[in-house]
Each structure stands twice: as C-alpha cells, then as structure tokens.
C-alpha cells in the first residue's frame, strides 16, 4: 500500500532534513519505524511499572539494595579467586 504525505514544514528544516537523505521514502520509512518500536517500547515500560508497584511489600531501601550489591559481589570475588 502506498500513501502520500503532504507536510508543512519549516524551510530551514526542509533544506536540512533533504541535505542528510531524511525525506526519502524509504529513510521517512525506517524513521517511522523506529518511532513505532520506541512507542511500543515506552507502552511496554509503562506497563511493566505499574505491575511493580502493585507487587505487595515494602519497596527496598538504598541501603538493602547496595547490601544485596555487595553480596552478589563477595561471591563472585569468592567464586574468582577459587579458580
């Protein structure tokens, strides 16, 4: 399918973005592309939020948090210097 797109945009722009190859078709293509995988991606994030914060429980504190950091790096050191 194929649809034309008629656009007012400023002449500056127009001059730049015709410069670097962004208003062909196919680069216009891929731009809307990776604008659709953003948007899915901020839809996804945007969910995977609000499951996290209605998981019950506490949230960690800074300090739990760099405690669990520290643990998970003493035992990698441990499993390291096993070798």
Known sequence: MSVTIQ??????????????GLLESRRLGELLNEELLRE?????????MKELHSLPGEPMSPEEIQAEIDAVRAQRRQRESGR
């Open 7 to 20: 656009l007012d945009l400023p002449e500056v722009l127009v001059k730049e973005a015709k410069a670097n």
């Open 40 to 48: 899915s991606a901020r839809k996804d994030l945007g969910r995977v």
